[in-house]
């Protein structure tokens, strides 16, 4: 007997509607945005009393380890930005080095996509949480073209590692005047290493940064940019969890890169008024990209584009339409590469994802109803099995979502996730009630 033929997957439509569309400011964005404006312009000002505005670029580099880990508890915060700032440390040393010992561009391109690459999965593994690998990349993929002596890596990286320290101190100066300090959110899923073990769906999303952003360097080489590595960037930030999230990140990358370089054109007349405007007009950039960010991709784009070039200028003018062309240069190719390595580089992983999930999400299920079978109020471990069962959950619905929007995928489990979710949405809300009316019984 013939077996029943499976159903083909479909390709996944790609939508405009609604790609624009602005939704809610972050409530919380002064933290990140103000932390970091303080770390640059003490670092900025520092170097312009010294006369050396021409190395903001290492100083930024670890000032802007200051976005990281607002939401997070002080103990888990410290040890959050450290990591960032020997992360960008490691990441600029890789670079600096390799511009000190070649000067082959297709060299410098590959090298900065696979260090691209690496920092996308150890961001993502780590759940770190907004703006997670791209100011990495941002800052490691520019050190790869800044030309550099052997005997000069050393100096810059300290500068490196000097602002970093400032940035930490900056995220965690509010434990002076509020010592309790957040509560934080609950952070599912397992360590760092364990999510990126072979067979990790992570995987394929690093191969996909490093062979995007590897073409896009390549190809923007090719069409006489003198600053591939933009490119470089574009393509890294366009890979987003899926193939339709890389295509939304996409056209908002290409309008709001377009609506930033306008911005740019109009200030450059500001800038060019003195090394004092010019660091404030950068710090104002950093500052409305924070704000604006959350509400649309796009619109935290009109600031960040200008700002990128802005901080290229610190080390001195140079002619505002070769900047602009290269700009726009990179940001077509870039996506242009994201999206045909998007297409190109498939993550077949995705639904087996969702087959674990499912099956961790049962045994949590499982355990939990185990407690709620016993007689006896909930005792200590009522609280791990709930956590244990809500992380699960949440690992679940995270796994269904990347599955469902990636490109060529098998048919997936939807039934039976649904089932899943419900079933594990009662019982915790069983463990929830035994464990609110265990103090009144034990009482």
Same mark, same amino acid.
């Given at each position: 007997?013939?077996?029943?033929?499976?159903?083909?997957?479909?390709?996944?439509?790609?939508?405009? @509607?609604?790609?624009?569309?602005?939704?809610?400011?972050?409530?919380?964005? *002064?933290?990140?945005?103000?932390?970091?404006?303080?770390?640059?312009?003490?670092?900025?000002?520092? $170097?312009?009393?010294?006369?050396?505005?021409?190395?903001?670029?290492?100083?930024? &580099? +670890?000032?802007? %380890?200051?976005?990281?880990?607002?939401?997070? *508890?002080?103990?888990?915060?410290?040890?959050?930005?450290?990591?960032?700032? !020997?992360?960008?440390?490691?990441?600029?040393?890789?670079?600096?080095?390799?511009?000190?010992?070649?000067?082959?561009?297709?060299?410098?391109?590959?090298?900065?996509?696979?260090?691209?690459? =690496?920092?996308?999965?150890? %961001?993502?593994?780590?759940?770190?949480?907004?703006?997670?690998?791209?100011? $990495?990349?941002?800052?490691?993929?520019?050190?790869?073209?800044?030309?550099? #002596?052997?005997?000069?890596?050393?100096?810059?990286? /300290?500068?490196?590692? /000097?602002?970093?320290?400032?940035?930490?101190?900056? %995220?965690?100066?509010?434990?002076?005047?509020?010592?309790?300090?957040?509560?934080?959110?609950?952070?599912? +899923? *397992?360590?760092?290493?364990?999510?990126?073990?072979?067979?990790?769906?992570?995987?394929?999303?690093?191969?996909?940064?490093?062979?995007? /952003?590897?073409?896009?360097?390549?190809?923007?080489?090719?069409?006489?940019?003198?600053?591939?590595?933009?490119?470089?960037?574009?393509?890294?930030?366009?890979?987003?969890?899926?193939?339709?999230?890389?295509?939304?990140?996409?056209?908002?990358?290409?309008?709001?890169?377009?609506?930033?370089?306008?911005?740019?054109?109009?200030?450059?007349?500001?800038? #060019?008024?003195?090394? =004092?405007? !010019?660091?404030?007009?950068?710090?104002? !950039?950093?500052?409305?990209?924070?704000?604006?960010? /959350?509400?649309?991709?796009?619109?935290?784009?009109?600031?960040?584009?200008?700002?990128?070039?802005?901080?290229?200028?610190?080390?001195?003018?140079?002619?505002?339409? +070769?900047?602009?062309?290269?700009?726009?240069?990179?940001?077509?190719?870039?996506?242009?590469?994201?999206?045909?390595?998007?297409? !190109?580089?498939?993550?077949?992983?995705?639904?087996?994802? =969702?087959?674990?999930?499912?099956?961790?999400?049962?045994?949590?299920?499982?355990?939990?109803?185990?407690?709620?079978?016993? &007689?006896?109020?909930?005792?200590?471990?009522?609280?791990?099995? @709930?956590?244990?069962?809500?992380?699960?959950?949440?690992?679940?619905?995270?796994?269904?979502?990347?599955?469902?929007?990636?490109?060529?995928?098998?048919?997936?489990?939807?039934?039976?996730?649904?089932?899943?979710?419900?079933?594990?949405?009662?019982?915790?809300?069983?463990?929830?009630?035994?464990?609110?009316?265990?103090?009144?019984?034990?009482?």
């Amino acid at each position: 007997m013939a077996k029943p033929s499976r159903p083909l997957p479909r390709p996944l439509p790609l939508p405009l @509607r609604g790609l624009l569309r602005l939704g809610p400011a972050a409530p919380h964005w *002064p933290r990140p945005a103000f932390s970091a404006a303080v770390a640059m312009a003490t670092a900025d000002f520092t $170097l312009l009393a010294l006369g050396r505005l021409d190395l903001a670029l290492y100083t930024a &580099a +670890g000032a802007l %380890c200051a976005l990281y880990g607002h939401d997070r *508890p002080y103990a888990v915060r410290a040890r959050t930005v450290a990591a960032v700032v !020997l992360g960008t440390v490691a990441g600029v040393g890789v670079a600096l080095v390799s511009a000190s010992l070649t000067g082959c561009a297709p060299l410098l391109i590959l090298l900065a996509s696979l260090v691209a690459a =690496v920092q996308r999965m150890f %961001c993502d593994a780590s759940r770190i949480g907004p703006p997670g690998n791209v100011v $990495l990349t941002f800052v490691t993929s520019t050190a790869f073209f800044v030309p550099q #002596r052997p005997a000069d890596v050393p100096g810059h990286l /300290a500068l490196v590692l /000097a602002a970093g320290a400032l940035a930490w101190l900056v %995220c965690m100066a509010p434990a002076l005047v509020r010592p309790h300090g957040p509560a934080g959110p609950r952070r599912p +899923g *397992p360590g760092v290493m364990a999510r990126l073990r072979p067979g990790s769906p992570l995987l394929p999303v690093g191969a996909r940064v490093a062979a995007g /952003a590897t073409l896009a360097g390549w190809a923007a080489l090719a069409l006489g940019s003198a600053h591939p590595y933009w490119a470089v960037v574009t393509a890294a930030a366009v890979f987003q969890a899926n193939t339709t999230l890389s295509w939304h990140r996409a056209v908002q990358r290409v309008v709001g890169n377009l609506l930033g370089l306008l911005l740019f054109t109009a200030l450059l007349p500001l800038t #060019r008024l003195g090394a =004092v405007a !010019l660091v404030l007009v950068a710090l104002a !950039l950093q500052i409305g990209a924070e704000a604006v960010m /959350a509400r649309n991709y796009w619109l935290g784009s009109v600031c960040v584009t200008p700002m990128a070039l802005v901080l290229g200028e610190f080390g001195g003018a140079h002619p505002a339409a +070769g900047l602009v062309a290269d700009r726009w240069t990179g940001t077509l190719v870039g996506v242009t590469a994201g999206l045909f390595v998007c297409a !190109l580089v498939t993550n077949r992983r995705a639904t087996d994802r =969702v087959e674990g999930a499912l099956r961790h999400a049962a045994a949590a299920r499982a355990a939990a109803a185990e407690l709620l079978d016993a &007689a006896a109020p909930a005792g200590p471990a009522a609280g791990p099995a @709930r956590d244990r069962l809500a992380r699960a959950l949440l690992e679940l619905r995270e796994a269904t979502d990347v599955a469902a929007g990636e490109w060529w995928q098998r048919p997936l489990p939807g039934e039976r996730v649904a089932a899943e979710e419900r079933a594990g949405q009662r019982v915790l809300a069983a463990l929830d009630e035994r464990t609110a009316t265990a103090p009144a019984a034990a009482g």
